[in-house]
Nanobody
Framework: QVQLVESGGGLVQAGGSLRLSCAASGSTFSINAMGWYRQAPGKQRELVAGISSGGSTNYADSVKGRFTISRDNAENTVYLQMNSLKPEDTAVYYC?????????????WGQGTQVTVSS
């Protein structure tokens, strides 16, 4: 089955930058949409950014102009470049990958990585 491994979270001061990565591995699979979500304490998980198999992107209004999502199809990896970080960006960030493999369609979540932005 497809597995996801996230990396790149951490502690940064307001105005700083971080880059998150999420790599998918497994056997005989294809990926369609990839995305990043986040969940702050006491809040619901929300979509931060998504990217289709064709490269079309969409962003939450709160991150437009500051965050950039990209993907490397050869490496089955999705990235989230986060610039001009704000304290309100503090959350656990999860990658999400949808596609299909030998067993059929799948919808997988990464383990989550903590992003903390200090003021």
């Amino acid at each position: 089955q497809v597995q996801l491994v996230e990396s790149g979270g951490g502690l940064v001061q307001a105005g700083g930058s971080l880059r998150l990565s999420c790599a998918a591995s497994g056997s005989t699979f294809s990926i369609n949409a990839m995305g990043w979500y986040r969940q702050a304490p006491g809040k619901q998980r929300e979509l931060v950014a998504g990217i289709s198999s064709g490269g079309s992107t969409n962003y939450a209004d709160s991150v437009k102009g500051r965050f950039t999502i990209s993907r490397d199809n050869a490496e089955n990896t999705v990235y989230l470049q986060m610039n001009s970080l704000k304290p309100e960006d503090t959350a656990v960030y999860y990658c999400n990958v949808r596609g299909s493999d030998w067993y059929g369609p799948f919808d997988r979540w990464g383990q989550g990585t903590q992003v903390t932005v200090s003021s």
